[in-house]
């Protein structure tokens, strides 16, 4: 496939909460409508890098450019940034004291200003999708870790985001509800959104990845097409790290 | 027991209640803006401003009221400074109160997960709008059993408002037994008359508790 706009480019990115570095060195280009699946070891540093990519960490040098623009500089920039850019996070963080439907409509009405009941319709149409539409008025509490997800990704995707990040979503679900979330991950996917996922499933990231970026002790081991990648790595690090998933 | 005596001085006593219930319902209202600024201080952790919160956090709930309104009414003046009872006594109240209102919404803080701010961070919220829309409210729910207990509590501590030569209940029950005698009587209905006022705030505060608790949030 070819991708041709970039829409993020990450350069030179370094980051160390102190007691050495968390991130080093780390570049890579995310072009329009492209699904990358970064992979590595616990502590590699993944979840840091999609957290630096939203502002929720301050890097120390390097920098993000998103839509060919330089982010991370000020503050009120991020809020920007994060309209652009949805994040879904591993413990599924719905604020509880809100219905789903109040949990979706947060974002648009507030943030973006837009006219609450297009934004419910539009909400609807998003829930319909991945399959909870019943669901609109129920709470957070009344609803599976596999639910909260799926309302979780329609929280982030009806912001209309360019870019989607995904921390490990299904990391703390049941295994019986990992497929109904990768599912909507993959049809979002094909629908052509544009994706850095962070991931333990390598079956998923097999099949849906345009691009593996493997991570490494904060850096870029290496990167390649997923066949490519899980057939043939080419680093000795990769290779070991892939074993461990061979029973 | 003197029924008679107990008609003739019970307006006395409505009277004192108003008095009561007038300065203790305005010291706890104070109390509270008091309370939930210290804690917003605590919370977003302003330098400076937050270890004066603490250290008048600490004051307010380590001294005894009677002890506050002595500085207040016998003290001050000797600074130059002369206020009402009633001044001292509303002031004193919400001295007192906000430091417990203050601890009480603190907790309600703590206890919203720190994964809540980032959610409302990667959708684009300021942190006004995060503290308004998705911390408060949680904080809240949390705090309001704590809330209702101190405004009971501050209620009953009205009761030494009398220290400062102010006409409320517990100042007409002791005037009435210095005059009369009458102490069975002037002890029954200032029971009475606190009974009266606290009682329905009991049941209320226990029915906010419980519709918070029950039925917000899909319980």
Known sequence: ?247 | MDTAFISEYAPLYIEAAGVTLWLGSLGILLALAVGLFCSFIQYFRIPVLRYIASAYIELSRNTPLLVQLFFLYFGLPKLGISLSSEVCAVVGLSFLGGGYMAEAFRSGFQAVEKGQMEAGLSLGLSSGQIMRYIVFPQALSVSVPALCANVVFLLKETSVFSAVALADLMYVAKDLIGLYYKTEEALFMLVAAYLIILLPVSVLAAALERRLRYAGFGN
């Not at chain 1, 609807?124 to 909260?148: H, I, M, N, W």
Request: glycine share 8%; charged share 30%; proline share 4%.
């Open chain 1, 1 to 247: 496939m070819d991708f041709e706009e970039v829409l993020l480019e990450v350069r030179h990115l370094h980051k160390d909460y102190g007691n050495g570095p968390v991130l080093e060195d780390v570049s890579f280009q995310v072009h329009k409508g492209e699904v990358i699946v970064i992979i590595g070891p616990s502590g590699c540093g993944k979840s840091t890098l999609l957290r630096c990519i939203n502002g929720l960490e301050e890097i120390v040098s390097g920098g993000i450019w998103l839509d060919g623009e330089a982010v991370g500089k000020d503050k009120a920039k991020w809020r920007e940034v994060r309209q652009k850019v949805g994040m879904v996070f591993q413990n599924y963080d719905l604020f509880p004291h809100m219905t789903v439907i109040d949990n979706i409509l947060l974002g648009p009405v507030k943030v973006q200003k837009r006219e609450k009941k297009k934004a419910e319709e539009e909400a609807e149409k998003l829930l319909e999708r991945v399959g909870l539409l019943d669901k609109k008025k129920a709470y957070p509490r009344q609803l599976s870790g596999g639910q909260k997800q799926r309302v979780a990704i329609v929280q982030a995707l009806i912001m209309k985001p360019e870019l989607m990040l995904f921390d490990e979503v299904t990391a703390a679900l049941d295994p019986e509800m990992v497929r109904e979330v990768l599912d909507v991950m993959l049809e979002l996917a094909k629908g052509g959104s544009t994706m850095l996922i962070v991931t333990h499933e390598m079956q998923f990231a097999r099949a849906v990845a345009d691009r593996i970026i493997f991570l490494d002790e904060g850096r870029i081991a290496e990167t390649g097409l997923p066949e490519a990648f899980f057939d043939q790595p080419k680093t000795e690090r990769a290779c070991r790290f892939l074993d461990t998933f061979l029973f």
